[in-house]
C-alpha cells in the first residue's frame, strides 16, 4: 500500500466542510442585512427631513395668504379714512353717506373676487341651515317662516356657508 505525503498535493480538489459554507453565506446575509438597515436609516432620516420641510412651506404659504388678505383689507382702511376726513370738512350728510356707500359696494366686490359671498335673504323662508332665528315677529300681513329683517349678514365661501345670516322671521299671531 502506498502512503501519500500530507505534503504532497493530490490531483483532486480538497473538500470544504460542510459548516464553512454556512458560515460564509451567514456572513453575506448579515452584510447584505447591514446595508438594508444602513438604507433604511438613511430613508428615515430623509422622510423626516422632507416631513419638516414640507411642514414649514405649508406655513410660509398659510402666512402670505394671510398677508394676502390682510393687505386687500387695507384698501378698505384707506376708503373709510378718506371718508371721514371728508366728513370733517364737509357737513353735508348726503356725501358721507354716499361715499360710505362706495367704500361698501367695493368692500362687497372684493370680497367676491375671493370668492366671498354675502346672502340675498330679505323675503326669504327661513332655512335653519342657513339661518340663525334671532326673533319672531307676529305678523298677519307674510306666511310663517318668511325673512323680515336681517340683523347679521350671512356669508358663503365658494358656495359652501361660513356664517349664517341672523334674521328675525314672521309668525303667525298665537289664536287667543
Known amino acids: 500500500m502506498e502512503q501519500k505525503d500530507p505534503q504532497i498535493k493530490s490531483d483532486q480538489p480538497q473538500q470544504k466542510a460542510p ?3 454556512l458560515q460564509k453565506a451567514l456572513e453575506e446575509q448579515k452584510a447584505q442585512s447591514q446595508q438594508y438597515f444602513d438604507q433604511l436609516l438613511r430613508l428615515k432620516a430623509e422622510f423626516e427631513n422632507f416631513r419638516k420641510r414640507t411642514d414649514r412651506e405649508k406655513e410660509q404659504i398659510f402666512q ?11 384698501h378698505f382702511h384707506d376708503l373709510i379714512e378718506q371718508a371721514l376726513r371728508q366728513a370733517q370738512h364737509h357737513s353735508n350728510s348726503k356725501s358721507l353717506t354716499d361715499g360710505l356707500r362706495l367704500c361698501y359696494q367695493e368692500f362687497l366686490r372684493r370680497l367676491a373676487e375671493e370668492g366671498v359671498e354675502k346672502m340675498e335673504v330679505m323675503g326669504r323662508s327661513f332655512d335653519p341651515a342657513h339661518h340663525e332665528a334671532v326673533e ?8 310663517e317662516g318668511t325673512i323680515l329683517e336681517e340683523v347679521q349678514c350671512g356669508f358663503t365661501f365658494r358656495g359652501e356657508l361660513v356664517r349664517p345670516a341672523r334674521v328675525k322671521i314672521a309668525s303667525i299671531l298665537p289664536e287667543k
Open 19 to 21: 459548516g464553512d459554507s
Open 64 to 74: 402670505r395668504a394671510k398677508l394676502s388678505a390682510w393687505l386687500s383689507v387695507l
Open 136 to 143: 319672531r315677529l307676529y305678523t298677519p300681513q307674510h306666511p
